[in-house]
């Protein structure tokens, strides 16, 4: 257990807050934390006729383009499955029946807390009118087949933690270990 | 692609920097992004018959003690592979003849730089004097035997998306999908 004395916030954006807090420490030493302060997001896994829905798209902060389950940040208290939904459908112009909750993790939790909601869609469908991304996105669909995706998980091809988490967890089911 | 502007400075800490980019994107739009700059990180898979070697430890911006595999984070320009046997001694006592490179992702690519690159360690063994930790790190380390390891992460109690990963990877290994 670990007990924040202070607070300092220095940096409040759009996605993130940033603090710097000072923590007493199992050991009783003080030290000092810079915390990025995430509200979570969601990433949904869907899965039609054996190949796996993914989208590709340019990632500033890597400078490269990677390929990615749909997935989207989560507004300040939002449901999850909502955001899910929503996201699904603006990033890829697909909705399914219901969303299955595979689980949930933290995606670099050394310095952030943002918690990731992973989902499974049911009996996903191609809508024929579907919510439009925000304008600044700039995403396109591919499918490719389960097993392909693991292999590129496997040589490096898909470099997104979320991403190779999903596949692996269907690739797993699928060999039912 | 997407092409850098400008870039601010916001904060420059220890573990990361944060800057304030305008970022001329696809549709010709000129967007800001703010972008946490990290020098990387290493893991480390640790399996001895068929156990995986965990470490505990509480990780502030989550609010949690979280299970993950030995860890840690790349001083700039160090090569991940030193790192990699300098945070495995530190932090569970364990050497290993040598480590073999599995893959390597982004943990969270859609605000941050961060990329891990993910080991597994041939024949480890207990070194007979381990460097010590540093004194602000309180872990403990914990053996798992793999498939329980396993339905932890599928029941949500390892949540940490590296350690997932390398769990997933091991039991695929061992079902040879």
């Given at each position: 257990?670990?007990?924040?004395?202070?607070?300092?916030?220095?940096?409040?954006?759009?996605?993130?807050?940033?603090?710097?807090?000072?923590?007493?420490?199992?050991?009783?030493?003080?030290?000092?934390?810079?915390?990025?302060?995430?509200?979570?997001?969601?990433?949904?896994?869907?899965?039609?006729?054996?190949?796996?829905?993914?989208?590709?798209?340019?990632?500033?902060?890597?400078?490269?383009?990677?390929l990615?389950?749909?997935?989207?940040?989560?507004?300040?208290?939002?449901?999850?499955?909502?955001?899910?939904?929503?996201?699904?459908?603006?990033?890829?112009?697909?909705?399914?029946?219901?969303?299955?909750?595979?689980?949930?993790?933290?995606?670099?939790?050394?310095?952030?807390?943002?918690?990731?909601?992973?989902?499974?869609?049911?009996?996903?469908?191609?809508?024929?009118?579907?919510?439009?991304?925000?304008?600044?996105?700039?995403?396109?669909?591919?499918?490719?087949?389960?097993?392909?995706a693991?292999?590129m998980v496997?040589?490096?091809q898909i470099q997104d933690?979320?991403t190779m988490?999903?596949i692996?967890?269907?690739?797993?089911?699928?060999?039912?270990?």
């Amino acid at each position: 257990m670990q007990k924040k004395i202070s607070s300092k916030m220095l940096y409040k954006g759009c996605i993130f807050t940033l603090t710097q807090d000072q923590v007493k420490i199992e050991n009783d030493m003080i030290v000092t934390r810079d915390v990025i302060h995430h509200h979570g997001g969601v990433g949904v896994l869907v899965i039609k006729d054996h190949a796996i829905l993914l989208v590709r798209q340019y990632r500033y902060p890597t400078q490269r383009s990677l390929l990615e389950i749909p997935a989207g940040k989560l507004e300040k208290d939002e449901d999850p499955y909502v955001c899910g939904l929503r996201e699904l459908e603006e990033e890829t112009g697909y909705r399914c029946q219901e969303l299955r909750s595979i689980t949930s993790f933290y995606s670099t939790p050394g310095f952030c807390s943002e918690k990731i909601y992973l989902y499974e869609a049911v009996a996903p469908y191609k809508a024929e009118h579907p919510r439009s991304m925000d304008e600044d996105e700039c995403i396109s669909i591919e499918w490719h087949a389960l097993k392909d995706a693991y292999h590129m998980v496997m040589e490096g091809q898909i470099q997104d933690a979320k991403t190779m988490i999903a596949i692996q967890y269907a690739m797993l089911k699928t060999s039912n270990t």
